[in-house]
Structure formats: C-alpha cells, structure tokens
C-alpha cells in the first residue's frame, strides 16, 4: 500500500509545518557576466531566469545551460555556474524547507526550463520583483530584514505564493516533485520547525524549546537525535554555519554585517566563533576558496 508521504497527499497540517519565504529577488542589479562559480548548493535555494546571454550548471557529467528568456535551477549538490560575457539574470533566492531542513524542490541537477509554460513564472517574478523593489528599496541579500506592515506582508506573499505554485508545477513536470516531511514524531517536527524560521540573530535555549515542543528537555534531545541524528543545539549550529558560508561567498557580505545577521555583538565575536567552526578566519577563508576556485577554472 502506497502511503500517503510517498504520494504527495499530506493533511493541510503537514502542510503547515512547511516554511516558504522569499529571501531576495532582484533584476540585473548585481553584475554575473563572465563569472564563474563552484560549490555546493546550499539553502536558500535559487532559480534564475536568463535576460541575457547564457547560464551553464554542471553537476558531475551533466550540463545544463539555459539561453535568454529560459529559466535555470542549480543543483542542490556540488556543481559549477558558468554565466557568459554578456549574461545578465533575475535571481531569486527563497526558501521553501520542511522542519527537518529538507528543500520542498532538491533538483540532483541543474534543470532548465523553458517552452509555453515558463511564461507565467516569468511574468509573475516581474510582478514579484517590482513590488519588492518598491516596498523595500532594492530587495536584495537584506530583504528578509525590511520592515513591513501587514498589508506589504501578505501581498508580498501572495505574490511570491504565485509563484512558487508555478514553479513546483513546472519542476514536477521535469522530474523533479516535491518533496514530503520525514517519518517524525509531530512534536520534534514542531521543534525543527520553530528552529527553521527562528531568526538566526535570536538566542534561545533548550528549555523554551522543549517548551514550544511539549517535551522535557531529555525528551526533546533524545527524539531530536533519533529524527535528525544530531542534536537541537547541534543541528542549530549547522544552520548558522551554512548561513555564515553563503553570506560570505555568494552574497559578498561584510563581516561586519554577516555577524549582525548571525546575532553576534561585533564583527570580533563572529570572527572568533567562525574561527572555532572552520578552522581559520573569515577573510582567510573566503580568500583561499576565491584561490581554489580559480585554480580549477584555469584548468
């Protein structure tokens, strides 16, 4: 018997439990042409439509590239980004994850999409953009920090739901569904939700997360461990340091401003703690990941 995880057909609270949000969107406001990019995909996930030129995503032997008016989704796996000399995108970055962190769309490839049906994605990111653009200055790497009422929170969603609904009916019919929440118990998926959309500048501890869970805190770390394999505080750590390793290399963040987005009081704190975590500082770091990269694009 086919259960309903695997058939996509969930109750609207499991549904629930799913956090979408846009993270920033923008139209050729930052320049790609002749850049080249390598490294692993990473959340937030990303989809960008070819205004000019082209876009080629190579994951092991396959390559995909997408021509102007095309969209193109990288892999969430290690791949390579080759944007042309005259190649300029609309990017949107968004997330879409269930609690245990898992991408609604995990394309294993670079996908494109093009034809008919891509028409109306396309007109409803322009919708999406412009508004973001005029509510919230440019909605760039910072949008999910813009200050907004309720009116601008909702329409903002309503256009950026739009959009997803096209987008997961689009990459469904390329061979690449949804994803389903992992087989979990309810409280620890409440758990890892609350610690997938609490701002990575709040603090909070294991009391009050168990709290919002409904568990002591021995329940809660024991039913973390066996759902995730790792603990709360643990699989928290992960999130903040793939967060401080796209601030750095794909947004080109200062220090200064990754360790406020992180929730550290100086640029010295973040350092010190980045330090600990990937064992040298962060310009230190960036600079030889820029070296590497290079050296494999000399190849």
């Known amino acids: 018997m086919v259960s309903d995880l695997e058939t996509g057909d969930l109750r609207l609270r499991d549904w629930a439990g799913l956090s979408c949000r846009p993270v920033y969107v923008y139209d050729r406001a930052f320049p790609v042409a002749g850049t080249v990019w390598e490294g692993e995909g990473t959340s937030p996930s990303a989809a960008w439509l070819v205004r000019e030129g082209a876009v080629t995503v190579t994951t092991g032997r396959h390559k995909a590239t997408a021509r102007t008016g095309e969209w193109i989704v990288p892999s969430r796996g290690r791949h390579r980004c080759e944007f042309s000399a005259d190649a300029a995108i609309l990017s949107m970055r968004f997330n879409a994850l269930w609690p245990d962190g898992r991408p609604l769309i995990g394309a294993e490839r670079g996908v494109v999409l093009r034809g008919a049906g891509v028409r109306g994605l396309t007109r409803l990111a322009k919708r999406l953009e412009r508004f973001a653009t005029k509510s919230f200055t440019l909605a760039d790497t910072g949008m999910e920090w813009k200050r907004a009422d309720a009116v601008q929170y909702l329409e903002l969603n309503r256009h950026f739901f739009a959009w997803l609904e096209v987008f997961v009916r689009l990459m469904t019919e390329e061979g690449c ?31 009050w997360l168990a709290k919002q869970a409904g568990l002591s805190v021995a329940q809660l770390n024991r039913l973390f461990v066996a759902a995730f394999a790792a603990t709360p505080k643990a699989y928290h750590l992960e999130r903040r340091k793939r967060a401080a390793a796209h601030l750095l290399r794909e947004e080109a963040v200062p220090v200064k401003q990754a360790a406020a987005a992180l929730g550290f009081s100086s640029a010295c704190y973040f350092t010190a703690w980045f330090r600990a975590q990937f064992g040298e500082p962060p310009r230190r770091w960036l600079a030889r990941r820029e070296a590497e990269e290079r050296a494999r694009t000399q190849k």
């Open 177 to 207: 569904p949804p994803t389903t929440p992992a087989r979990a118990d309810e409280r620890v998926l409440r758990a890892a939700h609350v610690l997938n959309t609490l701002p990575l500048s709040e603090e909070w501890d294991l009391e």
